[in-house]
């Protein structure tokens, strides 16, 4: 019993530290995302709001924005129904860790964990990891956000 105990206070600890380096790690994302995550009008786009709408498009939706991260983006979106066309850059050299933890900080900052399907699972390093081999272009990625359907 004791030892129940104690591992589930690991895995609770390990997912705080997780939600700390993913805070740190979105420092360098904040400058054009903000620290609010509602982004810069029709430049950046919002993350607040929009990331569960992006899980919500199953399995692709919830690694959609692993890929965008990993590969870049760069295409016409529509994010929280403003127009955006901008460039995305790779952040492919951040390590898979890193890359989880601040893809589960964005699915769940400024409210997005109220909005997200209840199913949701976080994203773990293996599967960042998992998909390093597509090598996609930013391009490509942007074919990948239009299947989903977002509009
Ligand atoms: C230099 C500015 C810049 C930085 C830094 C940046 N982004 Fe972006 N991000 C963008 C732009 C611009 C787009 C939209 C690209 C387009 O219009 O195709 C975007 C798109 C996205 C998307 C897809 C949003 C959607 O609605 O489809 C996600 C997710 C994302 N960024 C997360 C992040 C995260 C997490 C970080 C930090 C690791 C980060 N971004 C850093 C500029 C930036």
Do not use: T
């Amino acid at each position: 019993m004791k030892s129940v105990l104690l591992f589930v206070l690991l895995l609770a600890l390990a997912g705080a530290a997780q939600a700390d380096r993913g805070a740190q790690v979105y420092a360098q994302c904040a400058g054009c995302h903000q620290a609010n995550g509602q982004g810069i009008a029709a430049a950046f786009p919002a993350l607040a709001g929009e990331l569960p709408r992006i899980a919500a498009k199953g399995k692709d939706g919830r690694l959609f924005p692993a890929r965008v991260l990993l590969f870049g983006l760069q295409g016409p979106i529509v994010s929280q129904g403003k127009n955006v066309s901008g460039v995305m850059p790779s952040f492919g050299y951040l390590s898979d860790a890193d890359l989880a933890a601040v893809l589960n900080y964005v699915f769940k900052a400024w409210g997005n964990d109220k909005l997200l399907p209840k199913d949701f699972k976080p994203l773990s390093p293996a599967e960042v990891a998992a998909l390093r081999p597509e090598k996609l272009n930013p391009q490509q990625v942007y074919q990948s956000w239009k299947k989903l359907g977002l509009k």
